[in-house]
């Protein structure tokens, strides 16, 4: 390798000393903190569980690379902020990305990684969306009481020709619109979908398999459908009554709820008019609409009045509870998985540039693997730390995003992290608290 030294007149003198740069500084790294995500990932089997479950169709005799290790750099990438494949022309020669994913050699090139992402199918997705709900269920040491699944669907701007895209007129570009569904800040389903789509479309589906391998584990749980208006489809609505499933789901006005919540809607106006401050005002109404068969079913208003003129919004649901506790307490809570969602977009998840459709699902998942790992960073070891409530960005650029000087010999692998690094004692104890249990 050719090793340059920049001429040393290039740059003025600094307190009389002549300053020298050039090359000879060895292997270093800006990404040691990756070390962590191979902690967590030991920890969780998250990966070592996907490779065993998907169908690799590669002779193994042929092959330098296995499917656990490029799975393994591939979702490290992610969390670390490399998008691309093309990342991997140089990240393969990263030591601490090899040490993370248990190699001593150059990883995947992008090639190799394309080649392997193309084998993707319907049988990858459906087993990795089996981890994804194991890995869900083993988070809980004891059986929880109730469970909110909330759905919801983003558009996933594409700009080439891959299958199964579609124009939509109401995000105004051609897109995908994959469904997403958490429950709390945990990562259920990462579901691909043309952008044609109902945004409600397959939902009815995922929550039926989703209940019925949660009841298998906790028969007792209560389980709490939510979702904005989108979800509002009679046919959801009716299989959650029939099977003991709560609900509570925005509903679009129209002018028969507006007349019907003319008395809530009064008192909100006359109450602002009284104090010239805004005014929220909520009440209870029954309500059945023309696609509902004659079923009467409990809604929610909210009805507020300021300075801006009203705004109205409506719940659908068949819980308990007093119109204002149901409104602030069980719906407005999904605000928070627009948070989730653009993790999920920070991890990547709408770099699905592939032709195919299946490979672009996969990548679709790989994301939803590297908030795994970020997520159970935050929850399990983060809890009472400045960091407790901070967003994939911040965790990646201060906990994973550390330069390091690395050393490598048959006996052992050093590390070698600044001494000014700010972070240096909650890493410390992150480490100890990781390979102490």
């Known amino acids: 390798m050719t090793h340059c030294t920049v001429t040393q007149d290039l740059f003025p003198r600094c307190k009389g000393r002549k300053i020298e740069t050039n090359f000879d500084g060895g292997d270093i790294t800006s990404n040691a903190g990756v070390v962590l995500l191979r902690q967590l990932d030991r920890e969780l089997g998250l990966t070592r569980s996907i490779a065993r479950k998907i169908t690799d169709p590669r002779s193994p005799s042929h092959c330098q690379h296995q499917a656990q290790t490029m799975i393994r750099q591939r979702v490290y990438g992610l969390a670390l902020g490399y998008e691309d494949l093309n990342d991997h022309r140089t990240l393969r020669h990263d030591l601490a990305l090899q040490t993370a994913v248990d190699s001593d050699a150059e990883l995947a090139s992008q090639s190799t990684l394309c080649r392997f992402e193309l084998n993707a199918d319907r049988t990858w997705a459906v ?48 897109c995908f619109l994959p469904l997403f569904v958490f429950c709390g800040q945990k990562l259920l389903v990462s579901y691909l979908r043309p952008a044609y789509v109902d945004a409600a479309k397959h939902a009815w589906a995922v929550l039926a398999l989703l209940v019925k391998r949660l009841r298998a584990e906790w028969p007792q749980v209560q389980i709490i459908f939510r979702g904005d208006s989108g979800f509002c489809r009679p046919r959801l609505l009716t299989w959650c009554e029939r099977h003991d499933i709560g609900y509570v789901v925005g509903i679009g006005k129209n002018s028969k709820l507006e007349h019907l919540a003319l008395d809530t809607r009064y008192r909100a106006a006359v109450a602002f008019e009284v104090t010239r401050v805004k005014q929220r005002c909520f009440g209870t109404l029954w309500y059945s609409a023309g696609s509902w068969k004659k079923r009467v079913r409990k809604v929610i208003v909210k009805a507020e009045f300021s300075y801006q003129g009203d705004n109205n919004r409506y719940i659908v649901t068949n819980l308990p509870g007093s119109a204002k506790w149901l409104y602030d307490r069980r719906y407005c809570l999904r605000g928070d998985m627009e948070n989730r969602i653009k993790e999920q977009q920070w991890l990547f998840s709408d770099r699905t540039s592939c032709h195919d459709w299946w490979p672009n699902q996969y990548r679709l998942l790989l994301s939803g693997l590297a908030y795994v790992l970020m997520e159970r960073l935050r929850s399990g070891y983060l809890s009472g730390t400045r960091y407790a409530r901070a967003q994939v960005t911040t965790l990646r650029t201060r906990l994973l995003k550390i330069g390091a000087v690395i050393t490598r010999n048959t006996r052992r692998i050093r590390i070698m992290m600044s001494g000014t690094y700010p972070d240096q004692e909650l890493f410390q104890q992150i480490v100890v608290k990781m390979t102490s249990g």
């Open 127 to 174: 087993a990795m969306h089996e981890e994804l709900v194991e890995q869900f269920i083993r988070s809980y040491r004891k059986p929880p009481k109730r469970l909110i699944l909330d759905f919801d669907a983003t558009d996933d701007t594409v700009h080439g020709e891959q299958v199964g895209r579609y124009f939509s007129g109401y995000y105004g570009n051609y």
